[in-house]
């Protein structure tokens, strides 16, 4: 089945610099890749994501790059405040299930002032 | 819009008991919602998926008889842990497949504690 890998599973990260997380997934048939932010004892928050159609996407600080031929895709934070501070997952949409995914085992980001 | 409610949201139960979780799809219809489960620093682990009018199709290693999970409308699927026991003590997330294709909204989660 699907099998998705999350490194690192821990990052710290100066404030105002940069903060990347790499996933790599084993299906080719997925084609979508959203990213999660999980405070603690909180529920995911989509923060982006990307389809297999598309290379690259950002949202202001967040940007997701998708390597669909070596089935890579990373997180891309930058300018990271302290309030980016969180756990990451990625995840991929599973082929075998509409809309059901296979999460990453998730990154600690610690942003430090 | 798109917003998922859980409840409850704290749960302590005595080791033996039966505790129901209910998750509702607020603003829109939801034909399929899914069930994780996340232990303390740990990823979410998928444990059933919930489809409305049919049987839920739950993962490899997880109980049917323990976790019953029912989705009798397109806006309420409950989440039924039976014979709880200590180990079952963890963090319950479900979702629900929202108006554009392939996104799930999630709940806030509910937090249940064996003794």
């Known amino acids: 089945g699907e099998n998705v890998e999350q490194h690192p599973s821990t990052l710290s990260v100066q404030e105002g610099d940069s903060a990347v997380i790499k996933c790599t997934y084993s299906?080719?048939?997925?084609?979508?890749f959203p990213w999660y932010k999980q405070e603690l004892g909180k529920r995911p928050q989509l923060i982006i994501d990307?389809?297999?159609?598309?290379g690259e996407k950002k949202d202001q600080r967040i940007a997701v790059t998708l390597n669909k031929t070596a089935k890579h895709f990373s997180l891309h934070i930058t300018e990271t405040q302290p309030e980016d501070s969180a756990v990451y997952f990625c995840?991929?949409?599973?082929?075998?299930?509409?809309?059901?995914?296979?999460f990453g085992t998730g990154t600690r980001l610690k942003v430090l002032a | 819009g798109a917003v998922v409610s859980q409840h409850p949201s704290r749960v302590i139960c005595k080791s033996g008991t039966s505790v129901k979780i209910e998750c509702r799809s607020l603003?829109?219809?939801?034909?399929?919602m899914f069930w994780y489960r996340q232990f303390p620093k740990q990823s979410l682990m998928l444990m059933a998926t919930?489809?409305?009018?049919?049987?839920?199709?739950?993962e490899q290693g997880v109980e049917k008889d323990k976790f019953l999970i029912n989705h009798a409308s397109l806006t309420l699927s409950t989440l039924t842990v039976t014979s709880a026991h200590p180990e079952d003590s963890s963090f319950y997330i479900c979702?629900?497949?929202?108006?554009?294709?392939?996104?799930?909204?999630f709940g806030p989660g509910t937090r249940l504690t064996v003794t």
């Open positions: 990307i389809r297999s159609n598309v």
């Open positions: 979702s629900a497949v929202g108006l554009a294709d392939y996104e799930q909204y």
């Open positions: 995840a991929a949409n599973s082929p075998s299930g509409t809309y059901k995914y296979i």
């Open positions: 919930s489809n409305e009018g049919s049987k839920a199709t739950y």
């Open positions: 299906d080719s048939a997925s084609n979508y």
């Open positions: 603003d829109f219809q939801a034909t399929t």
